[in-house]
């Protein structure tokens, strides 16, 4: 019996820690297993107590990238348990919020840590060496990115100005229209992305996957929406927990999700794409097609491609927002507490992010449940693992251990902004 | 009032115990500095591409960031990377993974590194969720900041 261990040891970062180990028996791979430390556990616990006006900026401290997914999954749900509308002029700018997380997120996964694996380079480094101006594009997209969520959150990290209800501050028609100049060049760079990452070479390969995602009659997806996938689920996030479920597998410390009674499944941009095609602004479309994409994609290496085309849209809908923007007359409406339950999912840049809390009549918080989308795409990730290696087992441990790496990537897990993986063991048995 | 030449960036995450070593060494150089020395302090979270854009026009740049690259706990080293590289058991300095390591070599390749950029690394010993700074850290910090200001006052004299 031949035995083949690839093992990538532990990631040492603060907003998210990994490892990987696939195991290779007699030509196949008996195990794939992803290990992710979850800080959204240790939150859980400490909020119990808080009170409620504190989720948004405890849950922001979660993720460094992804900071303002947490904010608005924490203030949907809040507001759901409170009994509480925010006005139109609040959603817009809520989405404003989004499109410049998106923007930062995805811009800094294409650029510096998925496009190299595809250009054989070891890390955004080597590229930035060889291809500065390339890589220059990438920073002024995420700088437009930075400079959107400083605009609306107040600041780039964690930002402050999000509250229960709305916004402490609502910013001006005239700094918004100031902002524009910077997300309509952003939006130009983004449409040489798209072309540029989809002249890559992507492994030829499809699973045939459950997406889900939220999904809005006239929108692609952010706040709001229903939870469906492209087999027939069709729920409020209110019935998460009855079609949902979390659970231990073994040899793995993190918890992995499944749709009961059905299995694993697959969210983020690839889901969102798949499942909100016909909602995306006509100028994403038309990239799409003119780079050959069309409505429905089950390759996940080119995930790179449709994070491209949401940046595209991210930057366009931006713009639409602040085209459209009046100062809203109050920046948030009144949040008293009551005593409830809320649930809610939005639309963090790497897929699905459920909160649920359940509140005292004080407003403190008694109960807190985070699902984020890493955990939720964690199986899927080790059936990719056990699905694609089988064909590649001939190439050496080095590349075989890149391969394994860029198929994790393709899922953008806070794992991935550690570049590359930091140890490689192989047992041959 | 003179036009502020020397950045001092304090990298880390306060949440994650010796990993605030650089904020809290932000924090009291912005307590001691004087507004017209010439100098600006900012505090940063450590994400590569945004320390780029914070370095980029500066003529000089000095960062302080926790370590845990298994020297003794509490000490501090300082690497002038302006022409070298951090050494390699820094490479995942702070734990911030895409940090700054990869900050000052992603400067460099872009040319916008500036010609006098200094790293003090504090190596740490707690990095839990929730926990102080240690008390060696705490030591360790006041003594790199005055460090800073004895280096600066005579670049700046």
């Known amino acids: ?429 | 009032m003179a036009e502020p030449r020397t950045l001092i960036i304090g990298v880390g995450n306060s949440d994650r115990g010796d990993d605030g070593a650089g904020l809290a060494a932000a924090s009291r150089l912005l307590e001691r500095l004087r507004i017209d020395d010439g100098i600006r302090v900012i505090e940063h979270w450590g994400e590569a591409t945004g320390l780029v854009d914070a370095m980029t026009g500066w003529d000089e740049v000095l960062i302080v960031d926790a370590a845990s690259s298994g020297a003794t706990p509490g000490s501090y080293r300082i690497f002038e990377v302006g022409e070298t590289a951090l050494p390699s058991d820094l490479a995942d300095m702070s734990s911030h993974g895409f940090g700054v390591p990869q900050a000052i070599e992603l400067a460099r390749a872009l040319s916008s590194l500036p010609a006098r950029c200094r790293v003090y690394a504090i190596e740490g010993v707690v990095f839990d969720i929730g926990a102080p700074l240690s008390d060696v850290v705490q030591e360790a910090v006041k003594a790199v900041v005055e460090d800073i200001l004895l280096s600066t006052e005579v670049m700046h004299a």
């Open chain 1, 1 to 429: 019996m031949t035995t083949r261990t690839i093992k990538v040891g532990a990631l040492a970062r603060v907003e998210g820690e990994g490892a990987l180990k696939v195991t290779i028996r007699d030509g196949k791979v008996k195990h794939a297993e992803l290990n992710i430390f979850e800080p959204p556990r240790f939150f859980e616990g400490f909020m119990q107590g808080r009170a409620f006006t504190e989720a948004p900026d405890i849950t922001a401290r979660i993720c460094g990238i992804c900071p303002v997914a947490y904010q608005m999954s924490a203030v949907h749900a809040m507001e759901a348990a409170i009994g509480v509308e925010i006005t139109p002029e609040i959603r817009a700018l809520r989405r404003l919020l989004y499109c410049g997380e998106w923007i930062e997120s995805h811009g800094l996964h294409v650029y510096m840590l998925h496009a190299p694996d595809f250009l054989g380079y070891p890390g955004a480094i080597e590229l930035a060496n060889d291809e500065p101006e390339i890589v220059k594009r990438g920073l002024a997209m995420k700088k437009a990115g930075n400079q959107t969520v400083a605009t609306v959150g107040g600041r780039e990290i964690h930002p402050v100005n999000i509250k229960v209800g709305g916004f402490y501050k609502a910013p001006s028609k005239e700094v918004l229209n100031g902002l524009a100049e910077k997300l309509k060049e952003g939006r130009d760079i983004a449409l040489e992305t798209v072309r540029w990452v989809a002249g890559f070479d992507f492994p030829d390969v499809e699973r045939d996957y459950e997406f889900v995602s939220l999904s809005h009659p006239h929108e692609y997806p952010f706040n709001e929406g229903r939870i469906v996938s492209n087999r027939g689920l069709d729920i409020d996030a209110t019935a998460y927990h009855d079609h949902f479920e979390e659970f231990h597998m073994p040899q793995s410390t993190a918890l992995h999700s499944r749709i009961k009674g059905r299995g694993f499944y697959f969210c983020g941009p690839m889901a969102r794409y798949n499942l909100n095609f016909s909602k995306l602004p006509a100028v994403a479309k038309e990239i799409a097609k003119e780079v050959g994409l069309g409505p429905a994609c089950n390759n996940p290496y080119q995930s790179i491609i449709i994070r491209s085309i949401e940046l595209v849209f991210a930057f366009d809908e931006a713009l639409r927002i602040i085209n459209d923007y009046d100062e809203p007359a109050m920046p948030a409406v009144p949040a008293v507490p009551r005593a409830g339950v809320g649930h809610a999912a939005t639309e963090a840049p790497r897929g699905m992010l459920y909160h649920r809390y359940q509140l005292a009549v004080d407003g403190s918080i008694e109960q807190a449940t985070i699902i984020p989308p890493t955990s939720q795409n964690q199986a899927t990730i080790e059936e990719d693992l056990t699905t694609f290696i089988p064909q590649w087992l001939d190439m050496n441990n080095d590349d075989l251990r890149w391969r394994c790496e860029q198929t994790v990537r393709n899922y953008d897990p806070c794992i991935s902004c550690a570049t590359h993986f930091l140890k490689l063991d192989i047992d041959r048995g």
